[in-house]
T-cell receptor, first 118, second 117 residues
Framework: AQTVTQSQPEMSVQEAETVTLSCTYD???????LFWYKQPPSRQMILVIR??????QNATENRFSVNFQKAAKSFSLKISDSQLGDAAMYFC???????????????FGKGTLLTVNP | GAGVSQSPSNKVTEKGKDVELRCDPI?????LYWYRQSLGQGLEFLIY????????KSGLPSDRFSAERTGGSVSTLTIQRTQQEDSAVYLC???????????????FGPGTRLTVT
């Protein structure tokens, strides 16, 4: 079974600064997908960024980028120019690339609560 | 278009009562997932539906939990004889397809917060 670990229960950053959230995972599979989701107080989970394991290039989405280290099984999220609206719980998630049934489920870490200070 | 909707938003029930939680997926999405988010366990997968195929129930924690999906659209998660440990936020997600040709984003609803007293 796959596991996802987020070692930082809480992080804080000053507005306009950069912050990095850590995530490690454990799997025996060679192909898979990794995601970062954001959950504001409204509870709505929002996809921030995703990475396919077969791609060496790190994914980027505007101010959000990842550092994907496949050998180390590490997948960190960098938020640049932090904004007040970035304050939320952030979840790292894993999804198998195998087909069928529960292979399509997301396996989540425990989350990191990000506070953005004005 | 409309996103995933869930009802009720909040539900308080007494221990031992049955509850039904509803999920309306995005129109055209054939895959539907239920997850549970609790303080102790984090986010856990419960059940997966794909079209008219038999659901994958491997994540359901006990036989008190069941779910159905009618007409390949709306889904209902039923918890019988609720216990205090069932208190959690129940999240529903849908996607265009479970997988095969790639990965399709799972769009989440706002969840139902269940409190068992």
């Amino acid at each position: 079974a796959q596991t996802v670990t987020q070692s930082q229960p809480e992080m804080s950053v000053q507005e306009a600064e950069t912050v990095t959230l850590s995530c490690t995972y454990d799997t025996s599979e060679s192909d898979y997908y990794l995601f970062w989701y954001k959950q504001p107080p409204s509870r709505q989970m929002i996809l921030v960024i995703r990475q396919e394991a077969y791609k060496q290039q790190n994914a980027t989405e505007n101010r959000f980028s990842v550092n994907f280290q496949k050998a180390a099984k590490s997948f960190s999220l960098k938020i640049s120019d932090s904004q007040l609206g970035d304050a939320a719980m952030y979840f790292c998630a894993y999804r198998s690339a195998l087909s069928g049934g529960s292979n399509y489920k997301l396996t989540f870490g425990k989350g990191t609560l990000l506070t953005v200070n004005p | 278009g409309a996103g995933v909707s869930q009802s009720p938003s909040n539900k308080v029930t007494e221990k031992g009562k049955d509850v039904e939680l509803r999920c309306d997926p995005i129109s055209g999405h054939t895959a539907l997932y239920w997850y549970r988010q609790s303080l102790g366990q984090g986010l856990e997968f419960l059940i997966y539906f794909q079209g008219n195929s038999a659901p994958d129930k491997s994540g359901l924690p006990s036989d008190r939990f069941s779910a159905e999906r009618t007409g390949g659209s709306v889904s209902t998660l039923t918890i019988q004889r609720t216990q205090q440990e069932d208190s959690a936020v129940y999240l529903c997600a849908s996607s265009r397809h479970g997988g095969l040709a790639g990965v399709y984003e799972q769009y989440f609803g706002p969840g139902t917060r269940l409190t068992v007293t």
